[in-house]
């Protein structure tokens, strides 16, 4: 008799160690599935609820990044810290270059949101044109008369394609 439930035992453990395992697997999958949208979460600029504080950077540093100082808690982690960076550097600079950049830095600043995303985006787009591409296109920008550079822009603003973005009905 012991013998006949002696396969009924083993099959019983090991139905038992297969549900374990299944609900071991679950759990696991729920875990790294969190773990992911947290990571991703983090990755997309939703992680600078542990951004540095405006009023936490020495003076010096506040000093070169005074143009930033409105829009500093809404920059991620990742961007407050290249800023920082920035700003250490700054006294090793050439004093041109420090002028050319507090310029750049209140031009950004004053910029709205759409027209910073549109400044990225042309960037992008600027690398993956070649330098040689890029030199010629300029040098031929620079031999076209006042009038000619005018009527260019008029015509590339003409046809801007519409998006979300620049679409009348959104203004």
Known sequence: MIRNTLPVLHFTILKCQIQLIQRSCVFAKRFIRQLLVGLFLINLGFGTAYAQAWNTLSEDQRSVLTPLEEDWGSLSLNRQKKWVEVANFYPKMEEADRITLQSRMSAW??????????????YLRTLKIS??????????YQQLTDEE????????AASAKRTTVTSPALK
């Open 149 to 156: 550079k005018k009527l260019l822009a008029d015509k590339r």
């Open 131 to 140: 330098p040689e591409k890029k030199t010629a296109a300029w040098e031929n």
């Open 109 to 122: 600043a004053g910029l709205s949101t759409k027209e910073r995303q549109r400044a990225r985006d042309n």
